[in-house]
Structures are given as structure tokens and as C-alpha cells.
């Protein structure tokens, strides 16, 4: 089974701190991303990356900053940390899908990392 | 801009009963995918819709898509409690080099009463 580990499950910051938060997934996927959800908001992209040292920007990408230096490994950062970005974080990893014709696109998700900024 | 709207956002149900929560999408796509989540759990995939008149089922889900309609539908036959969770339709719907990027709906919370 593809795992996807989120390495704090509820953390609480003070506005200002810098925050981190891991995930690392066991499948080999290229693809990984990171979503934040927020009551009647959904899921939202944040940052998602298709390789080693790779990034784009998702939806709402303002106040985040991304990392990838190994490809296990999805690090998200909160430079420094505000109210608003008190919401559940959710990182996802699924394989390439274009020209190979094998894979769904299908995402995996880790449990989620609840952040309270005080 | 792209949207996906999921329809409705609440329900609550008897057990037994019949129900359909809609998916609709804005823009051309034939890469449909459901999930569940449980309070305070992540989302766990449940059927995954790759080609027009796609239909999956599993148990008492069934789930369906009409690419040229832009519409998913998920149906629940003879709900029971278990099935109580909130239900996220997403649609790839961006053209990326290295392959999909989801948008999702804002997601349907159901009720499944004994």
C-alpha cells in the first residue's frame, strides 16, 4: 500500500514563527503536493512539485514556500506563520501520468497536519 | 476559472434510503475521481472515472460520468450509518507537463440516520 506520511499531526505556532511541516511518501511518486482545508473552502493547491528540486505554484500559493530535495521528501513552510493560515494541511503524492498510459493520476493522501496559529 | 460544484453540501438521510450527489465542472475533462473523508481522517480514494459513461461500483456506492454533460454523479442505494462521511468529487482539469492536477468540489457532507 502507498503510504504518505505527514510528520506532525496537530501543531500549534505563534504569529511570526517560521513553521515546517514534512511529508515524506514510500512509493516512489513523482508527483507531490500540498493542500490546505478550510470549513466550506474544500481543498485548496498550495505548492505541488514533479521532481527533485521542481515546483510550481497552486492556487493560493502567497505565504508558503516548498521543498524538495529528495524525492521521498515534500517539506512545506511557513515563513512566518499568521492567523489566517490556521487550516488542516494535506500532502498528497501520485505517479506521472502523461505518455505512459499506465496509471490513474489518482492521489494519495497523508492523515493531515492541523496547525493552529495563535 | 475553474470550478468544480458539488451538489448538495449537506445531506442527511434515512437509512435505506435512495440518494444522488452531483458533480459539476466547468471546463473539458475526462479525468473524474471521488473521495471520503471521515471526521478528522484524510481522504481515502473511492472510484476513479477515466472515459465518458464511466461507471464503478462498490457496494452500495456507484458512481458515474458524463464528460459532455461536464457531470459526475455519485449514487447511494440503501444508505446505512457507515456510509456517513463527507464525499469530495475532483477533477483534473489543467494541462501540466508531468500529468494531473486536481481541482476539487467543496465537498458533501451526508448524514446517514438509523
Known amino acids: 500500500d502507498v503510504k504518505v506520511t505527514q510528520s506532525s499531526r496537530y501543531l500549534v505556532k505563534r504569529t511570526g514563527e517560521k513553521v515546517f511541516l514534512e511529508c515524506v511518501q514510500d512509493?516512489?511518486?513523482?508527483?507531490m503536493f500540498w493542500y490546505r482545508q478550510d470549513p466550506g473552502l474544500g481543498l485548496r493547491l498550495i505548492y505541488f512539485s514533479y521532481d527533485v528540486k521542481m515546483k510550481e505554484k497552486g492556487d493560493i500559493p502567497e505565504g508558503y514556500s516548498v521543498s524538495r530535495e529528495k524525492k521521498e521528501r515534500f517539506s512545506l513552510i511557513l515563513e512566518s506563520a499568521s492567523t489566517n493560515q490556521t487550516s488542516m494541511y494535506l500532502c498528497?503524492?501520485?505517479?506521472?501520468?502523461?505518455?505512459?498510459?499506465?496509471?490513474?493520476?489518482?492521489?494519495?493522501f497523508g492523515e493531515g497536519s492541523r496547525l493552529t496559529v495563535l | 476559472e475553474l470550478k468544480v460544484e458539488q451538489n448538495p453540501l449537506f445531506l442527511s438521510m434515512q437509512e435505506g434510503k435512495n440518494y444522488t450527489i452531483y458533480c459539476n465542472y466547468s471546463t473539458t475533462s475526462d479525468r473524474l475521481y471521488w473521495y471520503r473523508q471521515d471526521p478528522g481522517k484524510s481522504l481515502e480514494s473511492l472510484f476513479v472515472l477515466l472515459s465518458n459513461g464511466a461507471v464503478k461500483q462498490e457496494g452500495r456506492l456507484m458512481a458515474s460520468l458524463d464528460t459532455k454533460a461536464r457531470l459526475s454523479t455519485l449514487h447511494i442505494t440503501a444508505a446505512v450509518h457507515d456510509l456517513s462521511a463527507t464525499y469530495f468529487c475532483a477533477v483534473d482539469m489543467r494541462e501540466w507537463n508531468a500529468g494531473n492536477m486536481l481541482t476539487f468540489g467543496g465537498g458533501t457532507r451526508l448524514m446517514v440516520k438509523p
Open positions: 498528497a503524492s501520485s505517479l506521472i501520468t502523461i505518455g505512459t498510459g499506465k496509471n490513474t493520476g489518482e492521489l494519495f
Open positions: 512509493m516512489d511518486h513523482e508527483n
